[in-house]
């Protein structure tokens, strides 16, 4: 059995949830999806989607930031299903919860719009009942109970103790706990058999509850049988046919930031896949990840696609999670480049859990310009690409968005973060490059060598490709043969096979120069002992784009020269 709760290794386990606070915000998650999917297929006298959302949340949970920006959201959209129970036993690893914290918390969760009801007793069911169904009846809002427990309760030695927090009891305190409650057999995992009776009771009430709700599903199938098929179809996760249909293609001439070209992508993609729902962090126009004529998702509209999560990137992430892992909805949810740090633990958790989660990440590099160092992601591509089964694509231009968009809804094997510019970009003549479905492999020749075999391989991603394709004519005028490689994605291309990757990369041309303008580390694999990375290793500085660039060495001037000293070519 896992130390910390992991989806899919123990059976009933609905979420991961071993970092504190991310259980919460996937629980909102959850009473979204719902929310949502009931207002879409629920109508006519049936509602095959009803159900309420409970989680438990302890001290470390409550006092995690996380949770703060989740139940904020979960009170705004008065997310009546939801319910939540604060297991208030006042011990955490260091000691008692009032070594750093004393907050009123009940009063909090008010102050978020919550429904809050409090139980003295942790062992008082019959309280602990009653406050269930108060909270059932709290319609308009989230409601949580906060209960006073007591950790290790019974152990004459160890209860209200933090020993017993992250320590077993040891078999001389098991003893002790089991005497003092009056345990009748020292037996280790003995069950009495009137509380297993009691428990294949619930067993039995189950069953009867699920015929029930089959009842009223088949009452729903035989009313409405093609929303009940478009609901089977959503909750296994398959695409609709033709969903695809509409994914429009760029002519070559005007140069298209990627962020714009996502944007009408993601709105032909919208109107023939229903379940595609989600929103940014307070960046929308920025962004540009609004489903047009879609409707707010909001209290009193749970019918509507765009969700509006506020300036609060980690809690966006916990709660994209949960939509996920509902099912029915397929969620995105955006921000700049820079602001994948905030949100890093459940884009971790996402990969871990291998959902399918989609991340529009614009602003993607020093190209952003004069918004500066802060907001110029350096490190974040690596990072990103750096957590197992997390695609990362970064587009050159916008039939390879258009590509990555496909790539993204079809993926249903763990989380794809889109990295999108800001500035322009040219849209590449695919008439004498290479096609953009090379996408789906991650990495494909855009421009075979000109003027023989190629000597030297240029490869990069995003918007360093135009500047690799300008150095390669002036590679050409020098009598220097260069092949150039568009690499939107190193993980799909480690996917491939072998022979698919020496193809693009043949081993007997070990000259090779990678040129992105984000941290290096990831690319000395593909470049091998015998080539060179231009990358950035120091953060960006506040200027247009263009002279950020220049200044920095990411020119197609930059690269002749480290291509002609790598060849030992220098005049």
């Known amino acids: 059995t896992p130390g910390h709760p992991e989806h899919g290794i123990t059976p009933g386990i609905e979420t991961t949830t071993g970092p504190l606070g991310q259980g919460v915000g996937n629980a909102v998650g959850f009473a979204i999806a719902e929310a949502h999917l009931a207002a879409v297929f629920n109508g006519g006298g049936h509602k095959p989607v009803e159900h309420y959302t409970y989680f438990i949340a302890s001290d470390g949970d409550i006092m995690e930031g996380v949770s703060h920006e989740a139940s904020s959201l979960a009170g705004h959209l008065r997310l009546g299903k939801l319910i939540g129970f604060y297991d208030n036993n006042h011990i955490t690893i260091e000691g008692d919860t009032d070594l750093a914290f004393d907050e009123d918390v009940g009063a909090r969760y008010e102050a978020y719009g919550w429904h809050v009801q409090h139980v003295d007793d942790g062992n008082d069911l019959e309280a602990l009942d009653r406050a269930i169904g108060e909270a059932k009846a709290a319609t308009d809002r989230p409601s949580l109970v906060v209960v006073r427990t007591h950790i290790a309760f019974g152990s004459p030695n160890k209860v209200d103790t933090p020993e017993a927090h992250g320590s077993p009891l040891g078999e001389d305190e098991i003893r002790l706990t089991k005497q003092a409650l009056g345990w009748p057999s020292a ?149 700049f480049l820079i602001f994948s740090d905030y949100m890093r633990p459940p884009i971790r958790l996402a990969s871990l859990m291998e959902r399918q989660v989609i991340y529009v990440f614009t602003h993607d590099s020093i190209g952003l310009g004069e918004d500066g160092p802060t907001h110029q992601p350096i490190e974040m591509l690596a990072l990103l690409r750096a957590i197992p089964h997390l695609t990362v694509l970064r587009p050159a231009d916008a039939n390879e968005t258009a590509e990555a968009w496909r790539v993204a809804i079809a993926h249903h094997h763990g989380p794809v973060a889109l990295a999108l510019s800001r500035q322009n970009l040219a849209v590449f003549d695919r008439s004498t490059l290479g096609a953009a479905s090379g996408v789906a492999k991650g990495a494909y020749i855009l421009s075979e060598a000109k003027g023989g075999k190629p000597e030297v391989i240029l490869l990069a991603s995003g918007s360093e490709v135009e500047i690799v394709l300008a150095a390669q004519d002036k590679l050409a005028a020098r009598e220097l043969p260069a092949r150039v490689v568009s690499v939107p994605s190193l993980e799909l291309f480690a996917r491939e096979p072998e022979s698919y990757r020496n193809e693009v990369l043949p081993p007997s041309i070990r000259r090779r120069v990678a040129v992105e303008a984000a941290h290096p580390m990831p690319w000395y694999r593909w470049v091998g002992d015998q080539g060179e990375v231009i990358g950035l290793t120091r953060f960006g500085a506040s200027a247009p784009y263009e002279r950020i660039y220049r200044e920095l060495g990411f020119t197609p001037d930059a690269v002749v020269a480290r291509v002609e000293r790598l060849l030992g070519r220098e005049s």
Not at 187 to 202: G, I, N, S, T, Y
Not at 300 to 318: D, K, L, P, V
Request: net charge neutral; glycine share 12%.
């Open 187 to 335: 037996e280790p995992f003995f069950v009495p058999e009137d509380a297993l009776a009691e428990w294949r009771k619930c067993r039995d009430r189950g069953a009867e509850l699920e015929a029930e709700w089959r009842g009223r599903y088949e009452a729903f199938q035989a009313a409405r049988p093609d929303r009940a098929k478009e609901l089977e179809r959503r909750n296994r996760g398959e695409l609709p046919a033709g969903w695809d249909a509409g994914i429009p293609s760029f002519p070559p001439g005007k140069p298209v930031a990627t962020r714009n070209a996502s944007e009408k992508v993601l709105n032909a993609i919208a109107a023939r896949l229903p379940e595609l729902m989600g929103g940014a962090a307070d960046l929308a126009p920025s962004t540009k990840t609004l489903i047009k004529d879609a409707g707010d998702f909001a209290a009193g509209n749970y019918a509507g696609r765009n969700m509006h999560f506020g300036i609060r990137e980690h809690g966006m992430g916990t709660v994209l999670n949960g939509m996920a892992l509902h099912g029915g909805i397929l969620p995105y949810g955006a921000t």
